[in-house]
């Protein structure tokens, strides 16, 4: 059973990979189905026949998803009258708001499928999700880009079309038709959490309060960018990104002050705390899937055998790229998230038994080996794809990562007493300015020190040794603890 859900999602994300280099016609995908059927009536290895099925089955998912925009939109030139309204929650910046829009008709001409066009507009007027717009100006089609770090080529075209973007408008004039057209649920969401923003800068100074909200909502839009840069510069960027990796490691904190009320119960109320938690973010599509990879993340801790954790890594990865297959190769995030994981479940247990001298007081030795196994995991990965090395990232993140959790609870004690007046907000806002200034001044102390950041040319290839050797390894040491828990018993 378990080889056979190996074997499927294996086929089914080579035959998205297969799709997304190669963009083969649907004869050639069909052709692959029909042997797979002649395989079957022959009665050969069903593991074969399993394979080529769910290649086919993911092929044809990408080319299902991958569709082009409608063509009345392609074929628009000039200035254009688009109407439609905002699907998302507009991305507010420091000096520009990029919204994503959902066209529904051009020059009185209705659209069909689902055609989205990213905005860059100015800070004002404020702009909301579900608000009805009539757009006007030059359509853009985006354009590759080369990285500054790495020299390597972004595919900032594939990165927007996995959201069904295929066109970019800059600074055009927007009139509102009407408003709160989106859906109910969504936009009760995205009232609370844009409250608790405007409570937690009533009741705390910046940029303190900025850095809050991006820990617990992932809004980076008011942190300073030399902050950003400081904190990317020492590898815990991860901390104001709701990323698989940092709320893997949150969800793990919220497991361990549950574990009072006993095994099932803390089970229930920490998976309720992570949903919770994604719905107040705002629910958008990559703090989904970071959030579902923390619960996952979370429930493999209470599995008592690990192969039955890989197999529910293996039925997550499949259900995520099913839902979008373009985010297997052009969504960094989930990549990372994925590593981060899989870190958790192979490296971690190897560990436990090599670090029995740090002291588990305050949790610091699962936080110090989650931490690590973490870092191991997905550092090769972040080399190819930044082209620089954080030299101090484990000691920062140990130094960090245990307050982050006290960081969020205090911070949401103080924006939601902040509902209620500044004054009672005052002892837990104050407690949460303590410890973000304590994680700045980390980030700060050790971005100082030389070398702090190294620009290493990470190529690919690189990156698939290094995964094989550690594969091997893993493999080898594992082999070796049940040979010595054999002969122990």
Same mark, same amino acid.
């Given at each position: 059973?378990?080889?056979?859900?190996?074997?499927?999602?294996? @086929?089914?994300? *080579?035959?998205? *990979?297969?799709?997304?280099?190669?963009?083969?016609?649907?004869?050639?995908?069909?052709?692959?189905?029909?042997?797979?059927?002649?395989?079957?009536?022959?009665?050969?290895?069903?593991?074969?026949?399993?394979?080529?099925?769910?290649?086919?089955?993911?092929?044809?998912?990408?080319?299902?998803?991958?569709?082009?925009?409608?063509?009345? *939109?392609?074929?628009?030139?000039?200035?254009?009258?688009?109407?439609?309204?905002?699907?998302?929650?507009?991305?507010?910046?420091?000096?520009?708001?990029?919204?994503?829009?959902?066209?529904?008709?051009?020059?009185?001409?209705?659209?069909?499928?689902?055609?989205?066009?990213?905005?860059?507009?100015?800070?004002?007027?404020?702009?909301?999700?579900?608000?009805?717009?009539?757009?006007?100006?030059?359509?853009?089609?985006?354009?590759?880009?080369?990285?500054?770090?790495?020299?390597?080529?972004?595919?900032?075209?594939?990165?927007?079309?996995?959201?069904?973007?295929?066109?970019?408008?800059?600074?055009?004039?927007?009139?509102?038709?009407?408003?709160?057209? @989106?859906?109910?649920?969504?936009?009760?969401?995205?009232?609370?959490?844009?409250?608790?923003e405007?409570?937690?800068?009533?009741?705390?100074?910046?940029?303190?309060?900025?850095?809050?909200?991006?820990?617990?909502?992932?809004?980076?839009?008011?942190? /300073?960018?030399?902050?950003?840069?400081?904190?990317?510069?020492?590898?815990?960027?991860?901390?104001?990104?709701?990323?698989?990796?940092?709320?893997?490691?949150?969800?793990?904190?919220?497991?361990?002050?549950?574990?009072?009320?006993?095994?099932?119960?803390?089970?229930?109320?920490?998976?309720?705390?992570?949903?919770?938690?994604?719905?107040m &973010? @705002?629910?958008?599509?990559?703090?989904?899937?970071a959030?579902?990879?923390?619960?996952?993340?979370?429930?493999?801790?209470?599995?008592?055998?690990?192969?039955?954790?890989?197999?529910?890594?293996?039925?997550?990865?499949?259900?995520?790229?099913l839902?979008?297959?373009?985010?297997?190769?052009?969504?960094?995030?989930f990549?990372?998230?994925?590593?981060? !994981?899989?870190?958790?479940?192979?490296?971690?247990?190897?560990?436990?038994?090599?670090?029995?001298?740090?002291?588990?007081?305050?949790?610091?030795?699962?936080?110090?080996?989650? &931490?690590?196994s973490?870092?191991?995991?997905?550092l /090769?990965?972040?080399?190819?794809?930044t082209?620089?090395?954080?030299?101090?990232?484990? $000691?920062?993140?140990?130094?960090?990562?245990?307050?982050? $959790?006290?960081?969020?609870?205090? @911070?949401?004690?103080?924006?939601?007493?902040?509902?209620?007046?500044?004054?009672?907000?005052?002892?837990?806002?104050?407690?949460?300015?303590?410890?973000?200034?304590?994680?700045?001044?980390?980030?700060?102390?050790?971005?100082?020190?030389?070398?702090?950041? !190294?620009?290493?040319?990470?190529?690919?290839w690189?990156?698939? !040794?290094?995964?094989?050797?550690?594969?091997?390894?893993?493999?080898?040491?594992?082999?070796?603890?049940?040979?010595?828990?054999?002969?122990?018993?």
């Open positions: 059973m378990a080889a056979a859900i190996y074997i499927s999602v294996l @086929g089914f994300a *080579l035959g998205v *990979l297969f799709e997304t280099f190669s963009n083969a016609s649907v004869f050639l995908l069909l052709l692959i189905f029909l042997i797979a059927v002649a395989i079957i009536v022959a009665r050969s290895p069903t593991i074969l026949c399993i394979f080529l099925l769910f290649f086919f089955v993911g092929a044809l998912r990408y080319e299902a998803y991958s569709k082009n925009p409608d063509p009345i *939109l392609s074929d628009a030139r000039g200035k254009i009258e688009i109407t439609g309204f905002i699907s998302q929650d507009p991305d507010v910046r420091q000096d520009k708001q990029l919204i994503t829009f959902r066209a529904q008709s051009i020059n009185g001409k209705k659209l069909s499928g689902e055609n989205n066009i990213l905005i860059e507009a100015g800070l004002f007027p404020k702009r909301s999700y579900g608000d009805e717009l009539a757009v006007y100006g030059p359509l853009v089609s985006p354009r590759n880009f080369e990285d500054d770090t790495t020299g390597e080529t972004f595919d900032y075209v594939s990165y927007l079309q996995k959201d069904r973007i295929y066109f970019v408008m800059y600074q055009p004039i927007m009139d509102t038709i009407a408003t709160g057209k @989106g859906n109910p649920v969504v936009s009760a969401l995205l009232f609370i959490k844009h409250a608790f405007n409570s937690i800068d009533r009741v705390m100074s910046e940029p303190n309060a900025s850095l809050v909200n991006a820990i617990i909502l992932g809004e980076r839009h008011g942190v /300073p960018q030399d902050i950003l840069d400081t904190l990317r510069k020492v590898g815990t960027i991860h901390i104001v990104i709701l990323s698989g990796y940092a709320i893997t490691i949150i969800a793990e904190s919220v497991r361990r002050f549950f574990s009072r009320f006993g095994f099932r119960t803390s089970l229930v109320l920490a998976s309720i705390s992570i949903i919770l938690f994604v719905l &973010t @705002g629910a958008s599509a990559m703090v989904v899937r959030g579902v990879m923390a619960l996952f993340a979370f429930l493999s801790k209470a599995i008592s055998r690990k192969h039955d954790a890989v197999r529910a890594l293996a039925l997550t990865v499949f259900l995520m790229v839902w979008n297959p373009m985010i297997l190769v052009f969504d960094i995030s990549q990372v998230s994925i590593l981060a !994981v899989a870190g958790l479940i192979f490296i971690s247990p190897i560990f436990e038994n090599k670090f029995t001298k740090i002291t588990e007081k305050f949790g610091f030795r699962e936080i110090f080996i989650s &931490t690590l973490a870092q191991i995991a997905v /090769p990965y972040l080399l190819y794809v082209g620089s090395l954080s030299l101090f990232s484990v $000691p920062a993140n140990i130094l960090i990562l245990p307050i982050l $959790p006290l960081t969020m609870l205090f @911070g949401l004690f103080a924006g939601a007493a902040g509902f209620l007046s500044p004054i009672i907000a005052f002892p837990f806002s104050a407690i949460a300015y303590f410890f973000t200034s304590y994680e700045l001044f980390v980030a700060k102390i050790f971005s100082a020190l030389p070398f702090s950041s !190294v620009a290493i040319p990470f190529p690919f690189a990156v698939i !040794v290094f995964y094989l050797l550690t594969a091997l390894k893993l493999f080898s040491m594992t082999s070796q603890l049940r040979l010595a828990k054999k002969s122990s018993t």
